[in-house]
């Protein structure tokens, strides 16, 4: 294969990568504060391209048009309002489930997320069809033989990687990184320590989801369209990237992001049968991975919590 | 002499017991016939509006009634059964309900098949349509192929719990989550299998034919005493056949020392081990059996149908059967009853309401989680007496 | 015990919301229409949907009409099991006297049996696949638009003529893609052209560029992409991320508004082909298309809404002629020939499949669906991707 095509190949699913890695990555502090897996996470993800979509016609309406000022302020408000749906899902529909099954925290999310679904499809105007979603990087291009490096494509890589960087260190760094892990770690002596429990697991669902409301931005920034339907997908494959990587690990949520993408890329183009069959092999790939390393790549620390 | 007395107040509280239990599923009944055949938005609000304040009641009034139900449960069994039976005979012509009421049955048996491994041993099954269709997927395989009709139902079962054993090894290493995602991985890779595999008909699917049980045709409507009834009964029958089974099966299995194992196994699988417990095989036998109960329930759905396609069985589906079983309450079968009445027929009677029907339908589900946060009917503690417990 | 009644209370209003309105003078007839209001695919069902309705209420604004039709709508999600169900209740509701039915293939195949044990006559408006209307001898089953065999015929027959040799196929792995898909390949080959890849995507698939560096590399005259809109949009908008120039055109399944609206100046050049006369060309259509905007639907109509307009009005038409009698019904339908409409005269071979004589390309000009024959390209002024 030519060397061009197979840094295409990998500059790609990097791309990929990056977005799976950033949705993964909210799985997996969500399932550290509480052991729960909020399945809506991936409509989050949808919804903030949403609010993204929205506050640039709004920005648009309004005359502004400076490229940089459109993107931050597109990106910021794609992240609060996230941000703020992630604190309301926590405090009204995760926190009162607490006492009961983990799994109930499972259906309730998993409607959550038709609800999201079904709320933009009805109530975004058009919302049945895909959405154009702006330009607004510069997309200058180099030619290296069969490689395109696209400078917008690099941007929002470099970006989201970044995103994920101060995430961790906020989580490894900060005294309220510190309260996660300790809410992680123990959620009663944390208690004991004087930490706020409901505090900190609302900051934890604010930051996951703020960060899957970026992620919608790039999505969108990336792809140039986004639809209503593309939570649920998204959201098996950043559960399927952060169980991968090993639940309650950062680090784990990233290589199973990345893992992910490299599957999908691999099963596309490179299995001798037909392309259809890409997601036949991520997945058996993950299950066959799944019985080799049973609590994922990068496990627990603790073995059992009893 | 008092011992006499006490018997006479015994067999008196007994009868009075039987009277609430049958008063209670004759409410029941009622209100489910009501409920599947009416089409009517007002009478259909009424209906869950009296549904929700019934259940209220029937929380409060419990302590005091529920040795009614759980003190003779081969009578309340019977009674159960008599009610629903009643209630297809009401509604004997008119075949959307009963297609209905049968499909609902067949989604029971399937999650009492879920819940054994679910709610009793811990086993967190997410590709409940892939075994459901696998079960399917061999009813239009072998019926088109003439075997008898009783064998391909057997069959189903039997093929399913057979592709199952493939996923014994990775669903024994892990637990919790990672076990769901290896069910989640297989019930994808098997619904975009099929459609992209021509082999079993692709993304247009197989066409198979009415069942055939010795003779008896079950796509011809039944002609008794003059009346003639919907060609559904024979479904029906079958169904509830099938549901009481399960049902049966479930609770002897739930009562049995393999009941006690499974228990053991779902709150601590270590402790479960020190104790003697072989936790891979009670999680085998676990996930075959429900994987079996799919797939029959599978295998009668598909001929009932008369068409399957792969996107009848995708992870979305699995989702369907999970949310049934946490519903209903996780581990209590008498709960799927309820749940799968909510998830499967409430969706369909609020057609009213066209592209803002799924809407309304999730808000339900959330709004009845919030008030019942571990589902309709949660499994008690295990009663050593069946029937002595407050 | 106040947290349930409150629960209670706020269940009984929000049904009561949807309260059903009282009742007519006219005897009323009821039709049903079915088709996916929610889900992936509910942009094509509404659209369907919108039209069927405003078909019934420019009927009922008739004074000369006989009867009032009251059209029933359901929902079959898209999902073949959901379809039987609901194909089931209007065909047990004999007060249900026919019905406009199916976009989705899948849905349709599974429900012809189900409509057939009940003879309720149904036309279907969106559904391509072949054996619907051809893969038994119902009388009850009819369809309006035409299967994906012609217009593959006249799709390759065009683009070979053009002058392009080498093709690469996506297509999704429904029937619906796959479909399209094999016949393609079949006509295209007849024609002389080339496929040099075939690549099945899923339904819901985002990231198309590991297959899209493929397409670069083998770099094909054209990309031919069998499917809907939605992925549609996705596959156009990453060729042009990757830099690939080749000529796309698509199915019937992108002839959609909401195609141009999603891709803008990327959309300009795509070729496309329906099974049908070009409506707004017709005398009624244009009609349609006005009675459709002054009716101030949420959704457009799409590019199936057009053939639920002419099923639903075939339907009532024959119904004023016969009377609301399902057997009568039928019946009649099997005569119909040269029945004229906006998509052009309908006339039910034996399968009760409308024989479509004309098959129309389509490419996106200037934001716009122009008929190919009057595009700029077609006279020459402006050229297609590769200079042809």
């Not at chain 1, 309406?61 to 910021?76: D, F, Q, R, S, Y």
């Not at chain 1, 990345?258 to 037909?274: E, Y």
């Not at chain 3, 809907?228 to 990757?242: F, N």
């Not at chain 3, 339907?315 to 057997?327: L, S």
């Amino acid at each position: 294969m030519d060397a061009g095509v197979l840094a295409q190949y990998v500059f790609n699913g990097v791309m990929l990568g990056v977005i799976y890695a950033m949705v993964a990555v909210g799985f997996t502090l969500f399932f550290g504060v509480l052991d729960v897996i909020q399945f809506a996470h991936g409509d989050v993800v949808m919804a903030g391209a949403f609010v993204g979509l929205a506050t640039y016609l709004a920005l648009h309406a309004l005359g502004i048009a400076a490229p940089a000022v459109v993107v931050l302020v597109v990106a910021c408000a794609a992240g609060l309002g996230m941000a703020l749906l992630g604190a309301i899902i926590a405090r009204w529909l995760i926190l009162p489930l607490r006492a009961a099954p983990a799994f109930n925290t499972l259906l309730v999310t998993l409607m959550l997320g038709s609800i999201l679904r079904e709320l933009v499809r009805l109530f975004y105007p058009n919302g049945s069809n895909p959405q154009p979603f702006p330009r607004l990087l510069p997309s200058a291009s180099a030619n290296l033989g069969h490689f395109t490096l696209r400078l917008d494509t690099t941007l929002l890589i470099v970006t989201g990687l970044v995103t994920i960087v101060i995430v961790n260190l906020v989580v490894r760094r900060t005294r309220l990184g510190l309260a996660i892990r300790a809410v992680a770690q123990d959620s009663e002596t944390a208690r004991v320590m004087g930490i706020d429990f409901e505090r900190v697991v609302l900051v934890t669902f604010a930051i996951g989801s703020a960060l899957a409301g970026f992620a919608g931005v790039v999505y969108g920034l990336y792809y140039n369209e986004v639809n209503f339907d593309i939570g649920l997908l998204l959201g098996v494959i950043g559960f399927s990237a952060a169980v991968v990587g090993g639940l309650g690990s950062i680090y784990g949520a990233i290589l199973g992001g990345f893992l992910f993408a490299a599957l999908q890329t691999i099963g596309s183009v490179a299995l001798p049968v037909s392309s259809a069959y890409s997601n036949v092999f991520a997945f058996a790939v993950v299950i066959v991975l799944m019985t080799w390393k049973p609590t994922g790549l990068i496990a627990e620390p603790a073995s059992e919590r009893v | 002499m008092t011992g006499t007395a006490a018997s006479r107040v015994a067999v008196h509280s007994q009868r009075t017991d039987l009277v609430v239990a049958a008063v209670a599923v004759a409410a029941i009944g009622a209100w489910l016939w009501a409920f599947l055949a009416t089409d009517r938005v007002g009478v259909l609000a009424t209906l869950l509006a009296v549904a929700a304040v019934a259940f209220v009641l029937a929380q409060r009034l419990a302590p005091r009634y529920r040795r009614a139900l759980t003190a003779r449960p081969r009578a309340a069994t019977s009674l159960v059964v008599l009610a629903v039976c009643a209630v297809a005979v009401a509604l004997r012509d008119q075949p959307y309900p009963l297609l209905m009421l049968c499909t609902v049955l067949l989604f029971v048996v399937a999650c009492v098949g879920l819940d054994i491994q679910i709610g009793h041993c811990g086993i967190v099954n997410f590709a409940g349509a892939a075994f459901f269709g696998t079960g399917a997927y061999t009813a239009a395989v072998l019926a088109a192929r003439g075997v008898p009709h009783i064998a391909v139902i057997a069959a189903g079962g039997v093929v399913a719990a057979l592709v199952g054993s493939l996923l014994i090894l990775p669903v024994l290493r892990t637990r919790g989550y990672y076990a769901a995602l290896v069910t989640i991985a297989f019930g994808i890779l098997f619904s975009t299998f099929l459609e992209v595999n021509d082999a079993l008909g692709g993304p247009q699917g197989l066409k198979l034919h009415g069942i055939d049980l010795f003779g008896w045709k079950f796509n011809r409507d039944v002609t008794l005493g003059g009346t003639t009834a919907s060609f559904y009964v024979n479904y029906f029958v079958l169904s509830l056949a099938l549901a009481v089974a399960a049902f049966v099966f479930a609770r002897r299995v739930e009562r049995s020392w393999l009941g006690l194992a499974f228990d053991a196994v779902r709150l601590d699988e270590i402790a479960a081990a020190t104790f003697g417990i072989g936790v891979a095989r009670a999680k085998i036998v676990a996930f075959t059996l429900g994987n079996l109960l799919c797939g029959i329930a599978g295998a009668v759905y598909a001929m009932m149908q008369g068409f399957i396609a792969p996107n009848n069985f995708t992870f979305g589906e699995s989702l369907i059967l999970v949310s049934i079983v946490i519903l209903g309450g996780i581990g209590n079968p008498l709960g799927i009853l309820p749940a799968a009445l909510i998830i499967v027929v409430v969706p369909q009677k609020l057609q009213f309401i066209q592209e803002y029907r799924f809407l309304l339908y999730g808000v339900l589900v959330v709004l009845i989680l919030l008030f019942r946060p571990e589902g309709l009917l949660p499994r008690r503690i295990r009663e050593y007496f069946p029937g002595s417990g407050a | 015990m106040q947290r349930y009644l409150s629960f209670a209370c706020a269940l009984v209003l929000a049904c009561a919301t949807f309260l059903a309105p009282g009742a007519d003078a006219k005897e009323t007839v009821k039709i049903v229409f079915i088709g996916p209001l929610t889900g992936g695919n509910a942009a094509l069902g509404l659209g369907g949907r919108n039209s069927a309705d405003l078909a019934v209420q420019l009927h009922n604004a008739d004074a000369k009409a006989k009867y009032t039709f009251d059209l029933v709508k359901l929902d079959d999600q898209c999902k073949p099991d959901i379809g039987v169900q609901v194909a089931t209740k209007a065909g047990a509701d004999s007060s249900i006297i026919a019905g406009v039915t199916h976009y989705c293939s899948a849905v349709a195949i599974a429900t012809v049996d189900t409509y057939h044990k009940f003879g309720l006559p149904v036309i279907v408006w969106g559904a391509v696949l072949p054996a619907i209307t051809y893969g038994n001898d119902y009388p009850e089953i009819h369809r309006v638009n035409g299967t994906m065999i012609n217009q593959n015929d006249v799709n390759a027959k065009l683009v070979t003529g053009l002058g392009y040799k080498t093709w690469v196929i996506i297509h999704d792995t429904t029937d619906y893609g796959k479909g399209h898909d094999e016949y393609f390949t079949k006509y295209l080959t007849q024609d002389g052209g080339k496929v040099l890849a075939d690549f099945g995507v899923g339904a819901d698939q985002q990231d198309f560029t590991a297959i899209l560096t493929k397409v670069k590399e083998l770099n094909p005259d054209v990309v031919y992409f069998g499917g809907l809109t939605p992925i549609g949009v996705r596959v156009r908008s990453q060729m042009d991320k990757l830099g690939i120039k080749s000529q796309f055109e698509g199915t019937s399944g992108i002839v959609s508004d909401s195609y141009i609206q999603a891709l803008g100046p990327l959309a300009e050049g795509t070729i496309a082909f329906i099974d049908g006369a070009p409506i707004e060309k017709l005398p009624g259509g244009k009609f349609f298309l006005e009675q459709y905007a002054a009716h101030k639907y949420a959704e457009p109509p799409e590019a199936y809404g057009a053939y639920a307009f002419v099923a639903a009005n075939l339907i009532m038409d024959t119904i004023e002629k016969v009377g609301p009698n399902r057997k009568a019904v039928i019946a009649e339908l099997a005569k119909t020939k040269d029945y004229p409409s906006i998509v052009g005269p309908v006339t039910f071979d034996a399968h009760g499949q409308n024989i479509v004589p004309i098959v129309t390309a389509y490419v996106v000009q200037d934001g716009k669906w122009v008929v190919w024959h009057d595009s700029d390209y077609a006279k020459g002024k402006r050229k297609l991707a590769g200079g042809k």
